[in-house]
């Protein structure tokens, strides 16, 4: 099970950019399958509270986004250095949320956060209007 930290929050005007890098711990990053979800207060039904945002496959070739970011977002994986990516344009600020990556022992993305096995701690995203 690796371990992860989120950075690269902050506080930003909409339609402005941030960019969140998620390390992890350990020698098998590259058999995880990654995801960034994010968690709004008072938005999601129980039990909903994770809103999945993207994902990525162990190869890195395969992504997979929410409607909500797509064409905005973008993940992406330096297994080489342990650490997957967000990149976020174009933010709103219904984008206003804490983000966390995720990591699944397997190969291929999830939206589901039960799915996977390991999570960082959250960085703040705040957009501003």
């Known amino acids: 099970q690796v371990q992860l930290v989120d950075s690269g929050g902050g506080l930003v005007q909409a339609g402005g950019s941030l960019g969140l890098a998620c390390t992890a711990s350990?020698?098998?990053?590259?058999?995880?399958?990654m995801g960034w979800f994010r968690q709004a207060p008072g938005k999601a039904e129980p039990g909903k509270e994770h809103e999945f945002v993207a994902g990525i496959a162990t190869n890195g070739l395969q992504t997979y986004y929410a409607d909500s970011v797509k064409g905005r977002f973008t993940i992406s994986r330096d297994n080489a250095k342990n650490t997957v990516y967000l990149q976020m344009n174009s933010l709103k600020p219904e984008d206003t949320a804490v983000y966390y990556c995720?990591?699944?022992?397997?190969?291929?993305?999830?939206?589901?956060?039960?799915?996977?096995?390991?999570w960082g701690q959250g960085t703040q995203v705040t957009v501003s209007s």
């Open positions: 995720a990591a699944r022992n397997f190969p291929y993305i999830s939206q589901l956060w039960a799915d996977f096995d390991s």
């Open positions: 350990g020698r098998t990053f590259s058999s995880y399958a």
